[in-house]
């Protein structure tokens, strides 16, 4: 398995290949990507499997910004049958190391025209669980402390066949946490700051980090759908915005509408977190959020970063370099995550928490 699978979203392959190749030459590790523009994933190709593992055991999941999964994998097999694709994989893993793993995820690109595919590796689980477990090759029940089978069909006829390490790997199916729309939220953009909540706090965090009636602030909050969020977690919020927020909210009794512009706005008193989901220059955002964090404002924040149409993973290293720095040149110690989340499109999410 010397080739390592990247889940992206569609038309990010770029990015995601940029970042890996960092990651790996920064460890002395060098290969080559090979990708399409649009398929939603990447191949990392290098020397041996024994380099694979070396950034499997060194790189974590959660380090890369624009991959959602990853996996270690070998050379795909081609023109596989498709009235018999279970025999094909089935003598694959026979002429390989004997192995067992202790659960099988079928994976396939989370891409345009990919419906007809995701439709087919949902309903072809079931039969290849039962063969594998049937040959010995799948545990007789699931079983979280042993790695995943990974078989990744990037078209109906071809597979990738590897596996998914049990402690650096997305708990989500293709990476993609299915989170289900909030009726009473309003709008979809709610969705980002869930997803946020789940990708960069452990749930053994999340009433720590998240309860005890906190403060919170929300700016360019109109309507309000990461408010809402917030105020369902039982915080008081400042909601900061020129526009209108969603009457149920400001019902609820837990919402201040502030009507400034979120650029200048500064709360009178240190808050618990701030978010924000402002469409601006991602260098003009940084530096507001510098000011939140040496200022003493909040300890923690998500916030998002409008990617340019050129030069994207440049401009995500700059931003961060320039966050960084200035924590460090004010003695604060922090922890600094950032994701291109599944509800996100030309922007990255970042989670910052001060120490």
């Known amino acids: 398995m010397n080739i390592i699978l990247l889940y992206c979203r569609a038309g990010f392959e770029g990015e995601c290949s940029q970042e890996i190749q960092d990651k790996a030459s920064y460890l002395g590790v060098f290969g080559y990507c090979r990708t399409n523009k649009g398929q939603g994933f990447v191949e990392f190709v290098l020397p041996t499997a024994k380099d694979a593992s070396k950034i499997f055991k060194q790189v974590q999941l959660s380090e890369l910004v624009f991959a959602r999964q990853w996996a270690r994998v070998s050379e795909p097999l081609d023109d596989v049958p498709r009235e018999d694709r279970v025999q094909p994989i089935l003598e694959f893993l026979?002429?390989?190391?004997?192995n067992t793993?202790?659960?099988v995820s079928v994976d396939c690109p989370d891409s345009e025209g990919a419906a007809h595919l995701k439709t087919f590796v949902r309903k072809f689980?079931?039969?290849i669980a039962k063969a594998l477990?049937?040959?010995g090759f799948l545990t007789p029940k699931q079983?979280?402390?042993l790695h995943t089978l990974c078989l990744f069909f990037s078209d109906f006829d071809k597979v990738y066949i590897g596996e998914l390490d049990k402690e650096n790997s997305s708990r989500d199916h293709l990476g993609i946490p299915r989170l289900k729309f909030p009726k009473d939220a309003p709008s979809r953009s709610t969705l980002k700051?869930?997803?946020?909540w789940r990708t960069f706090l452990h749930p053994d965090e999340w009433y720590d980090l998240l309860g005890g009636h906190q403060k919170a602030v929300d700016l360019g909050a109109c309507p309000g759908g990461w408010t809402w969020q917030l105020v369902n977690q039982g915080m008081?919020?400042?909601s900061v915005d020129h526009g209108p927020m969603d009457e149920g909210l400001m019902n609820s009794g837990h919402v201040t509408h502030v009507l400034e512009d979120g650029f200048v706005y500064k709360p009178a008193k240190k808050v618990d977190w701030m978010v924000c989901d402002i469409v601006d220059k991602p260098k003009r955002v940084s530096a507001m959020i510098i000011e939140w964090l040496v200022g003493g404002y909040c300890t923690k924040t998500v916030f998002n970063l409008k990617l340019p149409m050129k030069k994207r993973y440049q401009e995500v290293q700059e931003c961060l370099q320039l966050i960084e720095s200035a924590l460090?040149?004010?003695n604060q110690r922090c922890r600094i995550q950032a994701k291109h989340l599944y509800h996100d499109r030309e922007e990255i999410t970042c989670f910052i928490q001060v120490m």
Do not use: H, I, Q, Y
């Open 94 to 98: 026979a002429n390989e190391d004997k």
């Open 101 to 103: 793993w202790g659960r």
């Open 125 to 127: 689980t079931a039969p």
């Open 133 to 135: 477990r049937g040959n």
């Open 143 to 145: 079983d979280s402390r």
């Open 193 to 196: 700051l869930e997803e946020a």
């Open 236 to 238: 008081d919020v400042f």
């Open 328 to 330: 460090a040149e004010n």
